[in-house]
């Protein structure tokens, strides 16, 4: 899974159509380009290939712009993609950040169902980390790899807990509720540009 090519979907979702530059602007004016590791040329490759796949559409606009439309299978994409990056712990964190900067497109029951499943899947891959290390026969300075996904899982299901509690708490606007970014195609969170 490509963070840019999510966050490419959920710009271009979330304005309702965007010129190139718009979504670059609108990327880097987050600080994607240092938690994402998102650049112009990524974007613009991102933007080629999600038309080529069928979940983008390109318009010209005289005299000779190109703005990009989400299609339905684009918003699709959008969600599996932001989905899967809240739901499993993967050690890439670009991908977490990408759903964490998206959070706010979901409701926020579904934001932390899949929070909860992501919170399952660190603590086992605490557990097994941790009956790994216990049941290893081998070079023994290898039990610190263990130890260390251990450590990094448990961790991470720390914080999940947290954001999980601070949205049951009612923290940030989400989707559908007052003070969201609103309906795809109008972000007012993110005001004039």
């Not at 530059?21 to 999600?50: F, P």
């Not at 998206?102 to 932390?112: C, F, H, I």
């Not at 290390?133 to 947290?162: C, I, K, M, N, Y």
């Amino acid at each position: 899974m490509s963070a840019t090519r999510l966050l490419v979907l959920g710009v271009v979702g979330g304005d309702g159509r965007a010129p190139r530059y718009l979504i670059g602007n609108d990327l880097m004016s987050w600080g994607a380009g240092e938690w994402a590791n998102v650049k112009w040329g990524s974007i613009y490759h991102a933007l080629k290939q999600l038309t080529k796949d069928g979940c983008l559409t390109d318009e010209t606009v005289p005299p000779a712009r190109t703005d990009y439309v989400l299609t339905a299978e684009g918003e699709r994409e959008f969600q599996r993609l932001l989905r899967d990056a809240l739901r499993r712990p993967e050690t890439r964190p670009d991908l977490l950040g990408a759903g964490l900067a998206l959070l706010p497109s979901l409701s926020r029951a579904d934001a932390v169902a899949l929070l909860r499943e992501r919170l399952a899947a660190l603590e086992d891959r605490r557990d097994t980390a941790g009956s790994q290390a216990a049941e290893w026969g081998g070079p023994p300075h290898v039990r610190e790899l263990f130890g260390l996904w251990r450590h990094a899982a448990d961790s991470g299901a720390r914080w999940t807990r947290g954001l999980v509690r601070r949205l049951e708490e009612g923290a940030y606007p989400m989707a559908g509720e007052r003070g969201s970014p609103g309906a795809p195609g109008s972000w007012a969170m993110l005001g004039p540009r």
